[in-house]
């Protein structure tokens, strides 16, 4: 097995190529890994942080609980997409990248609608 091969399983080496702006393809031929390998490590990676769980918590009185947080200053935001089996089944990563911090404070997978995005 190649040098590069273990690489491949650093996430902060994976996130690093995100927030760098290379997509899932770029960086498994980069790393010479496979692409779910990259996908699966950025979803485990700790430096990614989803902002925006699809989860409401509710109180003791029936009303949802909100605690805003300032997560950065401002942030870019980019796309990248890829599919699973064929083009028809597209799946879209939209991240947020904090260029004061080179970190991406949000992400989110799944397919191109505006629910998904939200």
């Not at 083009?87 to 404070?105: E, F, G, I």
């Amino acid at each position: 097995m190649g040098q590069n091969r273990y690489k491949a399983c650093e996430t902060g080496t994976i996130a690093d190529m995100s927030v760098n702006g290379s997509g899932i393809r770029d960086t498994a031929r980069v790393l010479k890994t496979n692409k779910n390998t990259v996908i699966s490590t950025l979803k485990k990676s700790s430096s990614i942080v989803q902002v925006n769980p699809n989860f409401q918590a509710l109180n003791p009185a029936g009303n949802l609980a909100v605690r805003l947080k300032l997560a950065c200053e401002e942030a870019e935001m980019d796309e990248q997409w890829s599919f699973v089996g064929n083009k028809s089944n597209q799946r879209w990563l939209w991240h947020a990248v904090d260029h004061a911090t080179n970190t991406v404070p949000a992400y989110v997978f799944g397919k191109r609608k505006d629910e998904t995005f939200k």
